[in-house]
Every structure is written in C-alpha cells, then in structure tokens.
Nanobody
Framework: QVHLVESGGGLVQAGGSLRLSCAASGSGFSVMGWYRQAPGKQRVLVARIGSGGPPNYADFVKGRFTISRDNAKNMVYLQMNSLQPDDTAVYYC???????????WGQGTQVTVSA
C-alpha cells in the first residue's frame, strides 16, 4: 500500500505563492499529481505529470501553477503562484502505478488564500 504525505499548505494573501510537496512510499509511479476540493464542491484535477511527456494542467491554473517530480526521491511538487481566493481548497496528492490502477491518495493539505 502506498503512503503519501503532503506538506506546504497554509494561509497566504492573494497574489502570493506556496509550494506543496508530497512524499510517496515506493517508486515507479506512472502518474503523480494533485487534486483539490473546495468546500461544498467536488474534488477536481489540478495538475498531473507522467513518467514521460509534458504535464497536464487544469485550465484554471495554467500559467500560475507548475508541477514537477523527483523520481529519485519519490516526490511530487506543486509550485503555486499568483494565488487567488478561489484557489482556497484542500489539496490532495495522488499517484498511480499504471494508467489502469486505482489511485492512492494523501491526507490533504489546506490552502487558504485571503483577499
């Protein structure tokens, strides 16, 4: 069973930046990424990155967020710039060992952006 631990969330003013980190137990993940869930809303994909090829971003974060991964450390990161109050949510790290495998989830980290 994969264990994921997120860190880096917190409170920031609009226009500020945060960097989320996620440490995964195990290695060789086909996909690593981030979802977020705002109060009263569904969990939605923010960004994902495969073992090869370009990352994918949700339209609402393009140009502001950057996802990266360090395979040697089994880490995935989310650099979030120009944060806005609408970015307030719990951010969840996830990994998949293959496209067809079920995802493993972290416990989530709260990001709060004040106006």
């Amino acid at each position: 069973q994969v264990h994921l631990v997120e860190s880096g969330g917190g409170l920031v003013q609009a226009g500020g930046s945060l960097r989320l980190s996620c440490a995964a137990s195990g290695s060789g993940f086909s996909v690593m990424g981030w979802y977020r869930q705002a109060p009263g809303k569904q969990r939605v994909l923010v960004a994902r990155i495969g073992s090869g090829g370009p990352p994918n971003y949700a339209d609402f974060v393009k140009g502001r967020f950057t996802i990266s991964r360090d395979n040697a450390k089994n880490m995935v990161y989310l650099q979030m710039n120009s944060l806005q109050p609408d970015d307030t949510a719990v951010y969840y790290c996830y990994v998949r060992r293959s496209i067809s495998s079920a995802p493993s989830w972290g416990q989530g980290t709260q990001v709060t952006v004040s106006a």
